[in-house]
């Protein structure tokens, strides 16, 4: 059974442009997370679709957005990027609530 | 607001030298507590499940416990290839479904 897929594993962009991430959930999982990994603030949630519905937003400011596709396959967009926003980029797949989330291996993003 | 604590941050054994890692939570509306391994430049991996005090849940070397406010992660004569990260992290479900994680204990296991 194939795991989460994301796409690209490694992006360099410059301050200012925009990048869009792409994760493909294991197959019949229709919740998809993203988060963001840091070394000086851990894993950070960023939104989770289920169903193309975004039931839930964390903490960040509104360059940071995401859509779920009918596949359950899902997108993030980071516009005007910003030194800060390098980071590791996770996307997490689950069949449903209170069920185990599991992981891609990430997409390393550097703003230079 | 939801927190997760983790300690210690680090923590180095020796090869067959068992120890114990602590996640704290104050999580509203707890439905789960994870328990993740992560290894340098990969996604983390999924280790355990824990939905209610007083269950504990086993694998290879592995033992996950978990009270009402806090949950342990027991090693047991860990081997070098145990050396990772291990995060734990709280799931609020229903409407406000998220994992709040803890920011890991990096756990090295020398020969």
């Known amino acids: 059974k194939a795991g989460v897929t994301q796409t690209p594993r490694y992006l360099i962009k410059t301050r200012g442009q925009q990048v869009t991430l792409s994760c493909s959930p294991i197959?019949?999982?229709?919740?998809v997370s993203w988060y963001q990994q840091t070394p000086g603030q851990g894993l950070q949630f960023l939104f989770e679709y289920f169903s193309e519905t975004q039931r839930n937003k964390g903490n960040f400011p509104g360059r940071f957005s995401g859509r779920q596709f009918s596949n359950s396959r899902s997108e993030m967009n980071v516009s005007t990027l910003e030194l800060g926003d390098s980071a590791l980029y996770l996307c997490a797949s689950s069949i449903g609530e209170f069920t185990e989330a599991f992981f891609g291996q990430g997409t390393r993003l550097t703003v230079v | 607001e939801d927190q997760v604590t983790q300690s210690p941050e680090a923590l180095r054994l020796q090869e067959g030298e068992s120890s114990s890692l602590n996640c704290s939570y104050t999580?509203?509306?707890?439905?789960?507590l994870f328990w993740y391994r992560q290894d340098p430049g990969k996604g983390p991996e999924f280790l355990f499940t824990l939905y209610s005090a007083g269950e504990e849940k086993e694998k290879e070397r592995l033992k996950a416990t978990l009270t009402k406010k806090e949950s342990f992660l027991h090693i047991t004569a860990p081997k070098p290839e145990d050396s990772a990260t291990y995060l734990c992290?709280?799931?609020?479900?229903?409407?406000?479904?998220?994992?709040?994680f803890g920011k890991g204990t990096l756990l090295t296991v020398n020969p």
């Open positions: 197959s019949g999982h229709r919740s």
């Open positions: 992290a709280g799931d609020s479900g229903g409407s406000n479904y998220k994992l709040t």
């Open positions: 999580v509203s509306g707890l439905r789960g």
